[in-house]
């Protein structure tokens, strides 16, 4: 296992929405006839089978099979050689994020199933399995509080204190839950009920936000403030609204706070997506984010340390996120002609 950098990771990648295409290299099909999920254990090339309700679902028809969900289904329920593959799948990604340097492992079961007592088996088991597999201590990311406090119930005090992804104005009944069970805090700027649109706005709603948490007794050492990024491609101004923020808050609440913003939202929409993430974590590191929601075999301080801006596609991704790239046909030219 690799020491934790100073880069704050919480890897992002252990949640049912993440998806493989179901024709690219991540899926095969078994001599038995069955499509299966490919993947790497202990240095060995393994499969994971696909159930046929996933085979039967709309998502698979358009090409595309959500491969955590997979993986905690057969966990859960398939035949005793499947769920040992499924449990497999999930520790390989775990231990992959721990060796490239995460702090925590982000967790979301949320569209596991439409059933909450599903959902809640679903955090129980997965949440149980990685703490049994892994040294760091889980992020519990869950709109519902009820399945947040089973995820955190289920975390092991003896790995860390675990991370509540996220409270906010408007996730305000989530505080006291995160508190109890003595939790870190993603601490986000939307307001109790709609997406902050300036600078401003995200100030003003975690300043609020910071006097409740502050009030419930959390230590600035146990917030992590996310300044909520937007993607470039719908407005080429939303990445510097989160540098600002940053710059802003930093000074407002001083080192000991942290940040944890889902950096690679940024880039949505857009080719060369590891490209753009890289140079955004780049530039919110220089105005003093420490941290963000991001894959680690992506973003960590190794990556972060290397980048070269003398390379055509870093440079183009710089002026795009710092405004300077008016709808991104720059950088959008620039990857087209390469490909041709």
């Keep these: 296992m690799a020491s934790k950098g100073s880069y704050i990771i919480v890897g992002e990648n252990i949640h049912c929405t993440r998806i493989r295409m179901a024709t690219g290299k991540f899926v095969t099909t078994l001599k038995d006839g069955r499509n299966a999920l490919v993947f790497k254990a202990d240095k ?27 993986a905690i289904h057969q966990g859960m329920y398939g035949s005793d050689e499947d ?13 992959e994020q721990e060796a490239a340097g995460a702090w925590f492992l982000d967790v979301n079961v949320d569209e596991f199933s439409h059933d909450k007592s599903e959902k809640i088996k679903a955090i129980e088991w997965t949440a149980s399995l990685l703490q049994s597999a892994v040294s760091l201590p889980l992020s519990i990311d869950s709109s519902d509080p009820g399945i947040l406090k089973a995820g955190l119930e289920a975390c092991d005090a003896a790995k860390g204190k675990p991370l509540v992804n996220s409270v906010s104005l408007e996730r ?14 993603i601490a986000g700027a939307t307001g109790e009920s709609r997406m902050p649109e300036t600078v401003d706005e995200r100030v003003a709603n975690i300043g609020r936000l910071m006097s409740r948490l502050e009030d419930e007794g959390f230590a600035r050492r146990d917030i992590f403030l996310d300044p909520l990024v937007m993607p470039v491609s719908v407005n ?20 000991a706070i942290h940040f944890a913003p889902g950096l690679s939202n940024v880039s949505f929409g857009l080719p060369k997506r590891n490209v753009i993430n890289q140079t955004f974590a780049w530039l919110c590191l220089r105005e003093g984010c420490d941290g963000g929601i991001v894959d680690p075999m992506q973003i960590n301080d190794s990556v972060l340390g290397s980048i070269d801006f003398n390379d055509e596609f870093y440079r183009l991704a710089k002026d795009l996120l710092l405004g300077n790239d008016e709808y991104g046909m720059n950088f959008i030219t620039a990857v087209r002609e390469a490909k041709a």
């Design 44 to 70: 060995e090339t393994r499969h994971l089978p696909i159930p046929e309700s996933f085979i039967a679902g709309d998502e698979w028809q358009n090409g595309k099979i959500k491969h955590v969900a997979v």
């Design 83 to 95: 769920k040992e593959a499924g449990r497999a799948y999930l520790v390989a990604m775990a231990r």
């Design 172 to 185: 305000a009944s989530m505080i006291p839950i995160a508190a109890k069970a003595g939790a870190c805090v």
């Design 236 to 255: 080429t101004q939303n990445p510097s609204l989160v540098l600002e923020s940053v710059r802003i808050l930093r000074s407002a609440y001083g080192e």
